[in-house]
């Protein structure tokens, strides 16, 4: 049997691959962030209210 290789790509072809995989990325972190900051957020109102209440 013989083997194939992937066949080589233009480097244009590659940047815009690379591009497209940074982006996506991006995005999913973005979302993190805002969901992790979201979450912070609530954290440091419960706190907020629970030393409220403390007093």
């Known amino acids: ?3 194939t290789y992937p066949t080589e790509i233009e480097h244009t072809e ?3 691959r690379q ?3 940074l982006e996506e990325q991006n995005k999913t972190l ?3 962030l805002l969901e992790s900051e979201e979450y912070i957020n609530i954290l440091v109102e419960k ?3 629970f030393e409220k209440g403390k007093i």
């Open 47 to 49: 706190l907020k209210s």
């Open 1 to 3: 049997m013989k083997r």
């Open 19 to 21: 591009n497209y995989f």
């Open 14 to 16: 590659w940047m815009r």
């Open 30 to 32: 973005k979302k993190k």
